[in-house]
């Protein structure tokens, strides 16, 4: 099994309107690095769900039900895909970039390392960290 994090912002697509539509198609992706990491991505894997810009932190939980399939949303452009995620679990409390960023264990987290990339893997120790503050 692999983890993930994937970045949205609240106001255009939040942890809200994921949980209320039960499913979603990640579109939208138009970076390389980020595209790789969607084709990476397997049936069953982990992914942090993560708000940017307002209140940046890790809100909840979320597994791959569909693998990398072509970006309907651009038809004529094979370069771009799309993976589908469902929710598993909101956090009982928000980790904050702060908090994150505050923690020497995740102080290689790729997040901090490559802050503007939408789509990350992550180690399983970071995963389980992340997880565990979330659930505090």
């Not at 983890?3 to 039960?22: A, I, N, R």
């Not at 598993?88 to 490559?114: G, M």
Request: charged share 20%; aromatic share 10%.
């Amino acid at each position: 099994m692999n983890y993930w994090l994937v970045k949205s912002e609240p106001d255009k697509y939040g942890w809200h309107h994921f949980t209320e539509q039960g499913r979603a198609v990640w579109d939208g992706v138009r970076n390389y690095q980020a595209r790789n990491n969607l084709n990476a991505m397997r049936l069953g894997d982990q992914v942090l769900y993560y708000h940017s810009v307002t209140n940046p932190g890790v809100v909840g939980l979320a597994t791959v039900v569909r693998e990398a399939y072509p970006d309907p949303t651009v038809p004529d452009d094979p370069r771009w895909v799309v993976v589908e995620l469902e929710p598993v679990l909101a956090f009982y409390r928000a980790v904050p970039l702060a908090r994150i960023k505050a923690e020497p264990l995740l102080a290689n987290l790729a997040l901090l390392r490559q802050s503007r990339l939408s789509v990350m893997p992550i180690r399983p120790d970071e995963f389980e960290l992340i997880l565990k503050m979330g659930q505090q």
